[in-house]
Structures are given as structure tokens and as C-alpha cells.
């Protein structure tokens, strides 16, 4: 399968915990998205990467949210001291050359 | 912030209806997709449009674009059980990110 992956796709953690995504890209893919996605909303947008670069941040990743893409291929979300109102979906997707864009399965979390 | 605007929010029809979802923006995109999304499933991409007044059609789905590039619509037509799901447009305004709207949720009963 050649799509985007996400791992995992569940995690359950207790509040005060950090939490690590990985995300894997489609391998031509130079751009790659993090977003959150609550119940009931779209997508909305957290940072994004062209190759291994970070070229914007929202207001939404506060200071406890990180993500890196060392080599620019797979990248990482870590969420530090976790609170209840971090539960969500975490989306990644990559971003082709004809703008088009691409979905991971996302990463259930729920912080208890 | 929602920047785009969805309507209808949800949408419940029999099976073998059409219907008609709209996405709006007081902005011009530069390209806009639809996504169809299943609960507990990443959004998968239906279509991506990018000039103005494009129509495009994918089986029973047409997809158009607005002249101005600032609204798209979905028309659904013969609607089947397996469409249900929730139906999200995102906007690209400057070639970097997308913004997202709230989405249609669409129930087709069988």
C-alpha cells in the first residue's frame, strides 16, 4: 500500500501524559499536513512541512504541541502534559504535485 | 474558524433520491477538493477542481466549480445506502494549506 500511514491508530492516555503520532507520507510527496478534527468539524489545520522545513505553525499548536519531519519523509506529533481537551482525531496528509491532497486513517486519542 | 460554509449540516433521504450539497466561501480558491469521510476514518479525496466553471463527474456524483472560484456544489444522484457518510470541501486559498468546512452529513436510508 502506498497511501498514507499513521501510527497508531488509537491511543488512550491519562492526563499529564505525553503522546508521540508518526506519520508516513506518500514517498514523492514533498508536503506534509498535521490537522485536528473534533466531533462534529472539519479537519482544521495545525502546521505544515515542505521537505524537512516547518513553514507554518496555527495558533491552535500551543506551546505543549511539537512535530519534526528530520529527513523529510516521515514525520512525528508529540503532544506533552496532554489534557482532556487534546482528545481527537490527528489527521496527516500528504500533498501531491497537482494539489492534490491525501489522507492517513488518523490517530484516535482520548485523554482521560 | 470555519472559513468555508457547508450547507445543508445534515441531510437524512431514501435510497434512490438526489441531492445537492454547497460549500461557500467569500474568498476565491485556489483549487477546492471534496472529501467523503467515514466515522472513525481519515477523509478520503473524491475530487479536486481548480478552474472556474469546471463540472466534473465521478459515477453518479457531479462536482462543480463556481465562475468566480469562491463556491462549489456536489449533486448526488440515485443516492444508494453506501453513500452515506460525511461529505467535507476544502479550499486551498494561496497554494499552501486547505481550509476546511464543518461538513454534510448524509444519511441515505435503504
Known amino acids: 500500500d502506498t497511501g498514507v500511514s499513521q501510527d497508531p491508530r488509537h491511543k488512550i492516555t491519562k492526563r499529564g501524559q505525553n503522546v508521540t503520532f508518526r506519520c508516513d507520507p506518500i514517498?514523492?510527496?514533498?508536503?506534509l499536513y498535521w490537522y485536528r478534527q473534533t466531533l462534529g468539524q472539519g479537519p482544521e489545520f495545525l502546521t505544515y512541512f515542505q521537505n524537512e522545513a516547518q513553514l507554518e505553525k496555527s495558533r491552535l499548536l500551543s506551546d505543549r504541541f511539537s512535530a519534526e519531519r528530520p529527513k523529510g519523509s516521515f514525520s512525528t506529533l508529540e503532544i506533552q502534559r496532554t489534557e482532556q481537551g487534546d482528545s481527537a482525531m490527528y489527521l496527516c496528509?500528504?500533498?501531491?504535485?497537482?494539489?492534490?491532497?491525501?489522507f492517513g486513517p488518523g490517530t484516535r486519542l482520548t485523554v482521560l | 474558524t470555519q472559513l468555508l460554509e457547508q450547507s445543508p449540516q445534515f441531510l437524512s433521504i431514501q435510497e434512490g433520491e438526489n441531492l445537492t450539497v454547497y460549500c461557500n466561501s467569500s474568498?476565491?480558491?485556489?483549487?477546492l477538493q471534496w472529501y467523503r469521510q467515514e466515522p472513525g476514518e481519515g477523509p478520503v479525496l473524491l475530487v479536486t477542481v481548480v478552474t472556474g466553471g469546471e463540472v466534473k463527474k465521478l459515477k453518479r456524483l457531479t462536482f462543480q466549480f463556481g465562475d468566480a472560484r469562491k463556491d462549489s456544489s456536489l449533486h448526488i444522484t440515485a443516492a444508494q445506502p453506501g453513500d452515506t457518510g460525511l461529505y467535507l470541501c476544502?479550499?486551498?486559498?494561496?497554494?499552501?494549506?486547505?481550509?476546511f468546512g464543518s461538513g454534510t452529513k448524509l444519511n441515505v436510508k435503504p
Open positions: 476544502a479550499g486551498d486559498y494561496n497554494f499552501n494549506k486547505f481550509y
Open positions: 514517498s514523492e510527496h514533498n508536503r
Open positions: 474568498s476565491v480558491f485556489s483549487s
Open positions: 496528509a500528504s500533498r501531491g504535485p497537482w494539489d492534490t491532497q491525501y
